[in-house]
């Protein structure tokens, strides 16, 4: 899933910030970057079977992740605010694929098959 990957890509961006790798004139925070490796590490072996327990993670992951943003004010550096925001975003699109639920997939498939016997008829 290209979200899961550019999200996975994303913490492991901040990490490198908070750890001192980018020079973004952001002061060093251990705690910081070894959450974001923790989160990052948790993403890459997220279980796309489980839809609950996936979807579940990402909505506590894009709490935390607000909290973070309310309680370390980084109101001055528009990289980590930008970043941040669109980890939140590429999670609500997984949080999308998630909710669609295998009721709703077969339905649709029935749809398309009789749409498609439908043409066929008058035809």
């Given at each position: 899933?290209?979200?899961?990957?550019?999200?996975?890509?994303?913490?492991?961006?901040?990490?490198?910030?908070?750890?001192?790798?980018?020079?973004?004139?952001?002061?060093?925070?251990?705690?910081?970057?070894?959450?974001?490796?923790?989160?990052?590490?948790?993403?890459?072996?997220?279980?796309?079977?489980?839809?609950?327990?996936?979807?579940?993670?990402?909505?506590?992951?894009?709490?935390?992740?607000?909290?973070?943003?309310?309680?370390?004010?980084?109101t001055?550096n528009?990289?980590?605010?930008?970043?941040l925001?669109?980890?939140?975003?590429?999670?609500?699109?997984?949080?999308l694929?998630?909710?669609?639920?295998?009721?709703?997939?077969?339905?649709?498939?029935?749809?398309?098959?009789?749409?498609?016997?439908?043409?066929?008829?008058?035809?």
């Open positions: 899933n290209e979200n899961l990957v550019a999200a996975s890509q994303f913490l492991s961006d901040l990490s490198n910030i908070f750890i001192g790798c980018q020079s973004l004139r952001i002061e060093k925070n251990e705690n910081l970057s070894v959450w974001f490796n923790e989160k990052k590490s948790q993403l890459d072996h997220l279980n796309l079977i489980d839809h609950v327990a996936s979807r579940l993670f990402l909505m506590a992951l894009k709490d935390q992740l607000k909290k973070i943003q309310e309680y370390y004010e980084f001055t528009y990289h980590v605010i930008k970043t925001d669109s980890i939140c975003g590429h999670i609500s699109l997984m949080d694929y998630f909710g669609v639920r295998d009721d709703v997939l077969t339905e649709l498939e029935i749809i398309s098959d009789i749409s498609y016997a439908w043409l066929g008829i008058y035809k």
